[in-house]
């Protein structure tokens, strides 16, 4: 009796995973949720991918070129993939594993199928994942479907297969070599090691060979001239360096040549030597693929692990006794019981002890405001490059504190999958919610305040070095230095975001918090729902809609306040108003939070597990 | 028939079983105990052709594991203690699975017949997420069984179980062995072990401790009127010692 073939299980597996998924999508279709879900993400994915294309697009629907630029442009994209690869064959150790789940690994690995035939059907199963990713960026690129979208399709897959069929055999290979005796393994490596390193340098000599051609066209103003770019591969293979990188780049630009080609007739002639290097790195892959089970099932547990972890279920941990051992602060066994919930929560955004991350922050101070001054003193020409980075510090603060509370939920909505537990606590639900709040809420405030204070220490120490100097920050434009970070500006603003923020990140939290308790079905409770899907890109959208309506609704009060000070009072105070009206946001914003709190902790009260985590 | 001889498997700096060497005849029952890290589930996965031995021989009903895989591996079934089933495949899909992959000729009525033995019935349109522990258990049993293997090998079968199945699920391990298989069962219920195997190979350290009949393990460790659990628990509580008898004594 035969054997069953690798390509026939693959296709079996394929074929009822794909159908089955797509009849589950159908059946949850019958929840509205679902169905009006679908009905949004249809509409965004159609307005987002296949709106129709500009005129002048090229033949893939990226603009069009004339042919010499996109030869140069293969020849940089060469350069790119060359780096890659090259850079990989340094820094990647070698790894024997395929990418298999554990159902995959269990059901074959006993299963009278031969090594060669597991590792095709592991091919196979890559080979269609690089298919689905090609087809999306195509559709991004191109936002259509037609016979010229199934050519780049073609071309990008072939890209991506012999990428990853030559970072698959390079872990291989290099798994091999470390089977090796110490001495032959030294050899092997420390050769490997100086040819890549020499190929590196030789393709960035090369590379900025090419620049300097193009750059010269530039600066000639011939770009408008496109032909004059017709000169950059002649240029290069003029100089011995040039036509050594020429020859190197040489099997990638056959990869990516299919890409490029505008007709038919060109595309099937650039395809085939480009199918011709994939068999080569299929023949390379085949030959250096053995002994793959143990590595195979390590990276399927590993990967399971993470799925879980990323499901938010619970998993053993790889990280290191010391690790484990660290807490945000230590919990002792009496006390206020919200402590306890906060370090939980806490220790939940990950295992950081916060007498560290106090200690790192004020050293960061320290050290802000100490180089600042020490580097404007030496050389008032910083004072710009400082001031841009304390703007910048100031902005990512800003940006990333208040958004991270939409991905932690490392608070009741998480905590509502243990709704039962949480029931069982002694401990009033008003002071459980406001306790639970508290944990993202600390971590968003920490932040704000962390980078603000972080910016301020760069801004006085630089505007400190400036006065010993006799300059002031306001005469940087003097100097040629152009910033809107001038501590004289960024001081007053901080301070008003510095108290605004932190009311409006305990609002968000309400609001989140508020759906997923008022409406589990729409917004479902759990650390990390992980599911996919237009009906779920649809859901999401409206769930970004309806919470940032409740947070425009519920700003209004602060609105009524702070809009007739800035308008009475900007022309006398200035900047100064900032601080007052950070103030007149924070002020009804916390009343409301903490009528969140109470409305919130009734809402907790009637929640029912048994229906609400079901639904 | 399973042959095993001079099994070692080591990772990287851990040998998990050494020098392993065993036979289980048709038609045998052979129960596979030790603590913690004894080496079994190594074993089993070496005995599946999961994992590749660093040294030693594995013959399933007379085919070499390394030189004819997959005549050896047509032969046999392993279920593992943890289920891991595809999460969009339903129970006749993973039934299907197997019957392609064992080249099963008349797979829907031995499926069906499989489905009602280990009580399935009902549940074959039903995803992984929806099933039970013991019933996911008892799919991948149904799948191991499809082909109606030679060589059959459990780890930790009754996992989940409930009392009624794992009635059955002894019968069904016992009609299997009288049908003529050779079966390996590793458990920590030794009062399973007691009950349906044959004969019982202590494992400790990666090291065979004992292996024989009741009988023959009690007169080993030299107490008549010990159960299985008191032998078990004296010795593996002491380093291990080389088999007594070995090989010879070990097959019947």
């Known amino acids: ?615 | 028939m399973i042959v095993v001889d001079g099994l070692l498997k080591a990772y990287r700096d851990l040998t998990a079983v050494s020098d392993l060497s065993f036979q289980v005849a048709s038609g045998e029952v052979l129960g596979l105990v030790g603590p913690n890290g004894a080496g079994k589930t190594s074993t089993l996965r070496c005995l599946a052709g999961i994992l590749p031995p660093n040294a030693g021989t594995i013959r399933l009903g007379g085919h070499d594991l390394a030189t004819d895989p997959v005549g050896a591996k047509r032969l046999l079934a392993f279920m593992p203690d943890e289920p891991k089933l595809f999460e969009y495949l339903t129970v006749s899909d993973h039934l299907a699975l197997s019957a392609r992959l064992y080249q099963v000729p008349d797979a829907a009525a031995r499926g069906r017949a499989l489905l009602e033995e280990l009580e399935l019935t009902g549940k074959e349109s039903a995803f992984p997420n929806e099933l039970s522990r013991g019933m996911k258990q008892k799919l991948v049993i149904a799948c191991g069984l499809l082909h109606d293997p030679e060589v059959i090998i459990f780890d930790e079968p009754l996992t989940g179980i409930d009392p009624g199945g794992i009635k059955r699920m002894k019968q069904t391990i016992v009609r299997r062995a009288k049908a003529g298989a050779s079966v390996i069962v590793s458990s920590h219920l030794l009062h399973l072990v007691e009950e349906i195997c044959d004969r019982v190979l202590i494992l400790a350290a990666g090291r065979m401790v004992l292996v024989g009949t009741l009988d023959e393990i009690r007169r080993q460790a030299g107490q008549a009127d010990e159960s299985l659990e008191e032998i078990f628990l004296r010795v593996t509580e002491r380093p291990a010692v080389p088999a007594a008898g070995g090989l010879a004594q070990a097959s019947r």
């Open chain 1, 1 to 615: 009796m035969s054997a069953a073939s690798p390509v026939s299980i693959f296709g079996f597996l394929a074929r009822r995973s794909i159908a089955n998924a797509i009849r589950l999508r159908l059946r949850r279709l019958k929840e509205p949720r679902y169905l009006i879900g679908l009905v949004f993400g249809i509409f965004y994915f159609v307005t987002m991918f296949l709106r129709p294309t500009r005129s002048g697009r090229g033949p893939h629907g990226i603009p069009a070129m004339p042919v010499e630029w996109t030869e140069t442009l293969l020849l940089f994209g060469a350069c790119a993939v060359a780096m890659l690869v090259l850079v990989s064959w340094l820094l990647r150790s070698g790894e024997q594993a395929l990418k298999l789940s554990e159902a995959e690994v269990q059901a074959l690995f006993p299963a009278p199928l031969s090594a060669r035939s597991i590792l095709h059907y592991a091919l196979l199963r890559t080979q269609l994942a690089l298919l689905f990713s090609s087809l999306i960026v195509t559709l991004v690129l191109r936002r259509n479907f037609s016979w010229s979208g199934l050519r780049m399709t073609v071309a990008f897959w072939v890209i991506l297969s012999v990428l990853q069929f030559h970072f698959q055999a390079l872990g291989f290979t290099k798994a091999r070599w470390r089977e090796r005796p110490a001495g032959q393994r030294r050899i092997l490596f420390g050769l490997t090691f100086a040819i890549v390193l020499g190929l590196v340098a030789l393709v960035g000599v090369g590379l900025s060979g090419a620049l300097q051609v193009v750059w010269g066209a530039v600066r000639h103003g011939h770009l408008s001239r496109l032909p004059s770019l017709e000169g950059v591969e002649p240029a290069m293979a003029s100089t011995p360096v040039g036509a050594a990188t020429l020859w190197v780049l040489w099997p990638i630009r056959i990869v990516l040549r299919p890409l490029i080609v505008p007709d038919l007739q060109g595309f099937l002639l650039a395809l085939l030597p480009a199918l011709g290097v994939l068999l080569l790195h299929y023949t390379w892959l085949a030959r250096t693929a053995i002994r793959y089970e143990e590595a195979t099932i390590e990276h399927a547990g590993r990967r399971a692990e993470q799925r879980l972890r990323r499901q938010g279920k619970t998993v053993g941990t790889h990280r290191a006794g010391a690790a484990r051992a660290k807490v945000p602060f230590p919990l002792g066994s009496s006390g206020r019981p919200e402590l306890a919930i906060i370090w939980k929560n806490l220790l939940a955004f990950g295992r950081i002890r916060l007498s560290r991350v106090a200690l790192g922050l004020t050293l960061t101070f320290l050290a802000s405001l100490a180089g600042s001054y020490l580097a404007v003193r030496t050389a008032p020409g910083f004072a710009g490059g400082i001031l841009f980075a304390a703007g910048l510090v100031a902005v990512a603060a800003l940006l990333i504190g208040p958004t991270i509370t939409f991905t932690l939920r490392n608070d009741l909505r998480g905590d509502l999958e243990h709704a039962s537990l949480l029931r069982q606590w002694p401990i009033s639900p008003v002071r459980l919610v406001a306790a639970e709040l508290a944990g993202p809420w600390l971590i968003s405030t920490g932040i704000v305040w962390g980078g603000l204070a972080i910016a301020m220490a760069l801004t006085s120490g630089s505007a400190s070095a400036l006065a010993q100097r006799g300059l002031s920050q306001d005469s940087l434009d003097a100097i040629g230095i152009e910033t809107w970070a001038k501590f004289g500006k960024l001081f007053p603003v901080s301070l008003g975001l510095a108290l605004a923020v932190p009311a409006i990140v305990a609002l968000t939290l309400i609001v989140q918090n508020g759906t997923v308790l008022a409406f589990p079905a729409w917004f479902p409770p759990g650390r990390h729902k992980q599911s996919a899907g237009l009906e779920t890109a649809g859901m999401r959208l409206i769930s970004m809609l309806a919470i940032s309506l409740l947070l425009l609704v519920a700003l209004i009060p602060a609105a009524v306040l702070v809009v007739p000070l800035v308008i009475f009072g900007w022309s006398t105070l200035g900047l100064w108003t900032v601080p007052i009206a950070g103030l007149l946001t924070a002020a009804p914003v916390a009343a409301e939070v903490a009528g969140g709190v109470f409305i919130l902790a009734r809402l907790l009260e009637r929640f029912d597990p048994s229906l609400e985590l079901n639904a």
